[in-house]
T-cell receptor, first 113, second 115 residues
């Protein structure tokens, strides 16, 4: 079965550093997403991406965040200057139809020290 | 130190019994609903979905019921198996007149299957 893959599985960084989280969505999917889940809390929407541009974003997705699809297969989330409160599990997801039947990756656990 | 976070409700079910997991959603205008399963250390996995013009939908061993009157969604799992142990949460999707969709995830219920 096709799957969304994310790398790295764990990322430790110092506060103020930039991080890039990487994802390879399912190849025939058109919509891509980033979600995050702080330990013990709900899954929260960050951003959705379609046709090489952001289609929707949440209040969490401020100027410190950016997304990019640098080639035909990768989808990245960049945090420019990490804060302690950015520590969370970050999930990438993709779908054929917007917000329907999302396939999630296994996540990247980001720890900001 | 004190930890901050949600304390998930837990449902313990004997293997082979049926499980019913409930979700109260927030917006009466939400038009699409999804149940996800999240196993420890993994991303959410789609289980079943339902649109607001339906009140019941069945899948393989799972049934979703939608009660719009009381804004309630339930997931029924038949003949629960140890592999069903996970956190289950619902998501509601609200589409406004401009086509903007807001996705809100529920807090989740932890299902523990007792062998």
């Amino acid at each position: 079965e096709p799957e969304v893959t994310q790398t790295p599985s764990h990322q430790v960084t110092q506060m103020g550093q930039e991080v890039i989280l990487r994802c390879v969505p399912i190849s025939n999917h058109l919509y891509f997403y980033w979600y995050r889940q702080i330990l013990g809390q709900k899954v929260e929407f960050l951003v959705s991406f379609y046709n090489n541009e952001i289609s929707e974003k949440s209040e969490i997705f401020d100027d410190q965040f950016s997304v990019e699809r640098p080639d035909g297969s990768n989808f990245t989330l960049k945090i420019r200057s990490t804060k302690l409160e950015d520590s969370a599990m970050y999930f990438c997801a993709s779908s054929v139809v917007v917000n329907e039947k999302l396939f999630f990756g296994s996540g990247t656990q980001l720890s900001v020290l | 130190g004190e930890s901050v976070g949600l304390h998930l409700p837990t449902l313990s079910v004997q293997e082979g019994d049926n499980s019913i997991i409930n979700c109260a959603y927030s917006n009466s205008a939400s038009d699409y609903f999804i149940w996800y399963k999240q196993e420890s250390g993994k991303g959410p996995q789609f289980i079943i979905d339902i649109r607001s013009n339906m009140d019941k939908r069945q899948g393989q061993r799972v049934t979703v019921l939608l009660n719009k009157t009381v804004k309630h969604l339930s997931l029924q799992i038949a003949a629960t198996q140890p592999g069903d142990s996970a956190v289950y949460f619902c998501a509601e999707i609200l589409t406004n007149s401009g086509g903007y969709q807001k996705v809100t995830f529920g807090t989740g219920t932890k299902l523990q299957v007792i062998p």
